[in-house]
């Protein structure tokens, strides 16, 4: 099992910035992928970033050019820093990480979430 901790949300005015860190611990050896999806209220969960070992790194399309994704193998740690806020931003933003591993029969996979940070942005 991964156990993933998310910190640094909470409310901003629009056009400031947040740090969202998240920190993995637990079974992260074969962790592939780790990054962040949210949820709007009212709203589907969607992808914001995702930083993968073998795919690299995947933005939404609402992130680019405003968020960035970085992350500290060594911390087992994930960050997203988010610029330019808008109202829309406001939403629940969860931590995302899987593991794979290779078995006879192939690929195995198996994801983890985090309980989530809210982030507020003020018009």
């Known amino acids: 099992q991964v156990q993933l901790v998310e910190s640094g949300g909470g409310l901003v005015q629009a056009g400031g910035s947040l740090r969202l860190s998240c920190a993995a611990s637990?079974?992260?050896?074969?962790?592939?992928?780790i990054g962040w999806y949210r949820q709007p209220p009212g709203k589907q969960r969607e992808l914001v970033a995702v930083?993968?070992?073998?795919?690299?790194?995947d933005y939404g399309d609402f992130a680019e050019g405003r968020f960035t994704i970085s992350r500290d193998n060594a911390k087992n740690t994930v960050y997203l820093q988010m610029n330019s806020l808008k109202p829309e931003d406001t939403a629940v933003y969860y931590c995302?990480?899987?593991?794979?591993?290779?078995?006879?029969?192939?690929?195995?996979?198996?994801?983890?979430w985090g309980q989530g940070t809210q982030v507020i942005v003020s018009s």
């Open positions: 995302y990480a899987d593991r794979v591993w290779f078995i006879e029969s192939g690929e195995r996979r198996q994801d983890f």
């Open positions: 637990g079974s992260t050896l074969n962790m592939d992928t």
């Open positions: 930083h993968s070992r073998t795919h690299g790194i």
